[in-house]
């Protein structure tokens, strides 16, 4: 066939084989590389300690904390959804893990699994009452952030008296909990977080189903044209439902990292952390409207995320202008991602 | 693509040679020649015809509370046949659609498929007894790589547990070698679909329900959209389905393009038939005028003549 294909190919201007440079231009991360690459290069230029070891460390750091969740979040809205309870379902997560360990056992790891099933029940919350009412998931999950705020404060009060919990670094099976989601490793002469490797180990999961697994295919689908992919057989509902238990999940790896840093979770954090997800998302290359978007992308936004805000203080700015400069990247790679992408559909 | 309406054109014939790696896997027969025979009767498949329907629908009904949207409405599907279903807007088309789609169920009269009366309960029973519908939005996901969307829902994997994967390999040149048969040569399977033609993304369609082992291919107002060009594209898969051996149901308000590959033409008006003829009954322009409504018709050139304002090349 190739002989006869060939020719023909030939003769038709639209067939040209695409140039690699062209192929690079269509990838969905494209926008956040290069404002990573454009970040890394101005603190590198006017923070003197940037480049350090160290410093690097801190950084990875500081962008895996918002990976775990941007990775799985950045997936639901290649599914067409948002989760706006994804920031305090995390507090959620580290306050039912604790207060369970502490208020009925002397273990930890009880606290954990207990924690893990409730974590997964608000995102099946989610994705049920989402996908029963065909109501938008703004609305939906608009919902659930207040209810979980609610919730936390007042469980919190309830049952310790105080804004926090109580500290549980002295019950069984602490060290080890700490040593999975909050110890320091070193690798190879670097100090790495725990949580980098949880970062990453989601990033390798989340581009693995959603560019090789059948559900994959279906989070793309229904996310780009839902009727569609129903009409073809596409198990809708359950794609959506488990897009949900993804950003649960990653709620809870979240959640337990920060009770196991600071032994004791503040009931009032989280909130505002859902809209730097998605952030992170759409400057990785998410579109808002579902069907679009890359898992290293969001990872990319996060990254950014991390090199600006420790960046600010290696560089000796005031730490106030941090939300100035998140602002305007996120409008920046938006506008990028959308001037990429007109221009390679134009000249495909 | 080069002129899609001159017979000889020579970037068709791909789809008429699979080469020695396309294969003749899916036991469907190799379109033959299909640029050649739009408007000749395909006699090779005479001896299919006269077997048992692949689809009847006798005096089939369906009513929504009090509307009737259909009444008593017959048709035969054959293999290797094209049955047209004409009719003007809010004539019954599309819930005859959704009815052989399995979307509704028919509420009386009989539905045959192979000679055994059945009620479709879903469209996926409808596409196991190998019924398949290519809709006007075509199913089909616009920001999706041709070859994704081609499998959508009925992915080919490999690998066992957590390394079950999607065959790539074989998705993508599946993707290339149905769509090569059906005479469209897509260099690169990567771009998303939405950046195909119109006449393209249906060719895809055909391609997909094809693959999938349709032995009904039911096309909803496949022609609408398109040009004349991209028309004469799609017209040739539905001859091309045709000539694989597919009975073929093309629903559409154009007579012009029902007349160039019909074998029998059920003509709907108000949910009721309104003439049911074979291809060497009726002229086109007979067909053009039962379709119009007759007399409706020319009361409207009449009405419209008269309204008129005379220009410099009227003919009064």
């Known amino acids: 066939m190739s002989a006869t294909v060939e020719s023909i190919a030939a003769e038709d201007e639209r067939l040209l084989p695409r140039s690699p440079l062209r192929r690079l231009i269509g990838r969905p991360e494209l926008g956040s590389v290069l404002g990573a690459v454009a970040v890394f290069l101005v603190f590198a230029v006017v923070a003197d300690n940037f480049l350090r070891a160290g410093s690097l460390g801190t950084v990875l750091y500081a962008a895996s904390t918002i990976g775990i969740m941007a990775v799985p979040v950045a997936l639901l809205m290649i599914g067409g959804e948002f989760d706006l309870s994804a920031g305090v379902m995390v507090t959620s997560s580290a306050l039912i893990s604790s207060m369970i360990s502490y208020e009925f056992t002397a273990n930890v790891w009880v606290g954990i699994g207990v924690s893990l099933v409730a974590t997964l029940a608000i995102g099946l919350f989610n994705g049920i009452l989402l996908t029963r009412t065909g109501l938008p998931s703004f609305i939906i999950t608009l919902g659930t952030f207040l209810m979980l705020t609610g919730l936390n404060l007042g469980f919190t009060k309830l049952i310790s008296g105080t804004v926090a919990t109580k500290s549980i670094a002295d019950m069984d099976g602490f060290p080890a909990a700490r040593a999975l989601f909050a110890s320091q490793l070193n690798i190879g002469g670097f100090a790495v977080q725990v949580t980098v490797l949880w970062w990453i180990a989601m990033i390798a999961a989340a581009t693995w189903i959603l560019l090789r697994t059948r559900a994959g295919n279906w989070i793309f689908a229904v996310g780009g044209g839902r009727d569609a992919a129903r009409a073809v057989g596409v198990p809708v509902e359950r794609t959506k439902i488990g897009l949900y238990l993804g950003v649960a999940l990653g709620a809870w790896i979240s959640g337990q990292h920060l009770l196991f840093n600071y032994n004791v979770v503040q009931s009032g954090e989280g909130v505002g952390n859902e809209l730097i997800y998605i952030a992170a998302a759409v400057i990785g290359g998410c579109l808002l409207t579902g069907g679009y978007g890359s898992a290293i992308g969001a990872a990319v936004g996060a990254l950014i995320f991390g090199m600006t805000s420790k960046g600010i203080v290696f560089a000796q700015w005031d730490p106030n202008w941090f939300k100035f400069f998140l602002g305007a990247m996120l409008l920046a790679a938006t506008l990028l991602n959308l001037w990429i992408r007109r221009r390679a559909e134009a000249t495909r | ?316």
């Open chain 2, 1 to 316: 693509m080069t002129d899609a309406n001159d017979p000889r054109d020579p970037a068709a014939r791909p789809a008429a040679e699979p080469g020695p790696t396309a294969g003749r896997t899916a036991g469907v027969p190799t379109p033959a020649d299909d640029a050649n025979d739009l408007d000749a009767p395909a006699d090779d498949v005479n001896a299919a015809a006269t077997g048992t329907p692949l689809l009847e629908l006798a005096a089939v009904s369906k009513h929504y509370g009090n509307i009737r949207a259909l009444e008593e409405v017959s048709l035969t599907v054959r293999a290797g046949r094209v049955t047209c279903v004409l009719g003007d807007n809010g004539a019954g088309k599309s819930t005859l659609i959704k009815i052989i789609a399995g979307l509704h169920r028919h509420d009386a009269g009989v539905f045959r498929v192979d000679g055994a009366e059945t009620t479709l309960a879903s469209p996926r029973q409808a596409l196991e007894l190998g019924i398949a519908t290519v809709y006007q939005d075509l199913a089909m996901v616009p920001l999706m790589p041709v070859w994704r969307n081609f499998f959508l829902g009925s992915e080919p994997t490999v690998g066992r547990g957590p390394l079950r994967r999607l065959d790539v390999r074989r998705m993508r040149s599946t993707t290339r070698e149905r769509l090569l048969r059906m005479g469209i040569d897509l260099r690169d399977v990567d771009q998303p679909i939405g950046t195909l033609s119109g006449g393209e993304r249906q060719s895809v369609a055909i391609a997909r329900a094809v693959h999938f082992g349709a032995r009904v291919l039911v096309l909803d107002e496949p022609t609408a959209a398109l040009g004349v060009k991209q028309a004469g594209v799609v017209l040739r898969r539905v001859a091309a389905a045709r000539d694989a051996g597919l009975g073929v149901v093309l629903v559409t308000h154009n007579p012009h393009h029902a007349h160039l590959v019909g074998d029998h033409f059920v003509l709907l008006k108000r949910g009721a038939m309104a003439g049911d003829h074979a291809a060497g009954e009726i002229t086109l322009d007979e067909l053009t005028r039962q379709m119009a409504g007759g007399s409706e018709l020319a009361e409207l050139g009449h009405e419209l003549r008269r309204a008129a304002p005379p220009g410099p090349d009227s003919d009064e």
